[in-house]
């Protein structure tokens, strides 16, 4: 006889919903073995949409100015230790020109809310990178602009967007950002993004401060109304230069939880096994495509910044040239099970129909 567990792994596996109840049972559950048979029908799902492939996303952390004072941040404004940089454009063309000799066909500029980066500036840089690159997808991670601006980024040749969504839920959305920030304001950036036509990336932080089990059913529940394109999951970290230095990280399991739920739920989505993981677990990444996870994405920033960008603390390859980055990251794929393919990797929201006829 199944467990409860298990028949509701199973009901997600085929319908890819449950209810608010069911959803709480399997986030919360303590029966052995759940998340290795949520891995497991995770991972045939994502090979049906997807194979063994695992997309490679070239990330270049290009400012760590930050105008916000998110309370779990470690390059938050307010952090006066953090040591800051911008890179020019002529650096970020290089990034991407090493990045693209070593198979990258994504490039994910990602940065604080830096107000040197004027939409001007941005919309330079995007164009410069599609000039260089025709073939590659631009993706930028910015944070909260207006719809104008998001419009102007699209037009200049930005494909996608990503931007965490951090917590659905308004209260706890309060307990992590200062008065000035809202929860309405951020759902209000991805939806115009999606208007505006860009693949869209949102997720959420597993064991955040304050976070309930409550709050993971108010995440996926947004995602379904969003139906983002991809969805970024991490655990929470700690950093001691930050408000929230006393509070415990989340843990390995429950985001792996969280990873394969997400699968379940969103077969086409492309789920980024994250450095986050890699960093509370020497294997982390590899347990992350294994959970159901496809994307992965080694750092193109050069070596002299990337302690700087410390989001969280303890963060791996910062000392790593982009070449030992790929190489390594496409060995530890190798071993998981799934190899990296030089592909632009754009979602995969439906099967044809002999691939159909399989499932």
Known sequence: MLSTAANLINKLACEHNLSDAELLTLITSTEPDINNLLACKADKLRRKYY???????????????????????????GNSLAERYRLTQEEILACCAEGYRLGFRTFVLQGGEDAYYTDDKICAIVSAIRKQH?????????????????????????????LRHETADVEHYAKLHPDCMSLENRKRCLFDLKEIGYQVGSGFMV???????????????????????????????????????????GTLEQTLRLLSILRLLFPYA????????????????????????NVVMPNLSPVSVRKKYELYANKICTGEEAAQCRG???????????????????VRRTLDKSEGEKL
């Open 134 to 162: 025709p073939d590659c997808a631009i993706t930028l991670s910015i944070g909260e602009k207006s719809s104008a601006s998001y419009q102007a980024y699209f037009d200049a040749g930005a494909n996608r967007y990503l």
């Open 270 to 293: 492309l789920l980024p096994s994250t450095t986050a993981l890699g960093t509370i677990h020497p294997n982390g990444r590899e347990l992350g495509l294994q959970a159901g996870g």
């Open 207 to 249: 064991g955040s401060p304050y976070q309930t089990p409550q709050n993971l059913v108010s995440d996926l529940r947004f995602l379904q109304k969003l139906q983002p394109d991809m969805i970024g999951i991490g655990p929470y970290i700690t950093h001691e230069h930050t408000p929230f230095k006393d509070m415990a990280s």
């Open 328 to 346: 390594c990251l496409e060995a530890r794929v190798k071993i998981a099970g799934y190899n990296i393919v030089t592909d632009r990797g754009d």
């Open 51 to 77: 194979g063994d492939k695992v997309y490679i996303r070239g990330l270049i952390e290009f400012t760590n100015y930050c105008k916000n004072n998110c309370y779990y941040c470690g390059i938050r404004a």
